[in-house]
Nanobody, 124 residues
Framework: VQLQASGGGLVQAGGSLRLSCVGS????????MGWFRQAPGKGREFVAA????????IYADSVKGRFTISRDDAKDTVYLQMNSLKPEDTAVYYC??????????????????WGQGTQVTVSS
């Protein structure tokens, strides 16, 4: 299984970016997917997650109202639309999939496969 994240870049504060994560290889039965991020010198932080069929969507408080997670299962892709970006959103963003569970989770330890990360840099 491979997860390929893309869409990161350099943007000014207040700007927007859309991250994509495409899965390839073995397909799982109704997997939940999530986005996490890691800033320099900090641990991996939960951003957003979406259950199978988008029944449940959860966000970190720090991104609520600004970020939107979505998925297109026909394309094996999960997206993260990021609006009103702030310098504190600067981090490497990782997508992840729960192999055997359809429910969204806040916890990185509950995800089985991870993408390589895409850098998001927000300038002030």
């Amino acid at each position: 299984v491979q997860l390929q994240a893309s869409g990161g870049g350099l943007v000014q504060a207040g700007g927007s970016l859309r991250l994509s994560c495409v899965g390839s290889g073995r397909r799982f039965n109704r997997p939940a997917m999530g986005w996490f991020r890691q800033a320099p010198g900090k641990g991996r932080e939960f951003v957003a997650a979406i259950s199978w069929s988008a029944i449940t969507i959860i966000y970190a408080d720090s991104v609520k109202g600004r970020f939107t997670i979505s998925r297109d299962d026909a394309k094996d892709t999960v997206y993260l639309q990021m609006n009103s970006l702030k310098p504190e959103d600067t981090a490497v963003y990782y997508c992840a999939v729960r192999r055997n569970y359809s429910s969204a989770s806040y916890y990185a330890s509950e995800y089985d496969y991870w993408g390589q990360g895409t850098q998001v840099t927000v300038s002030s």
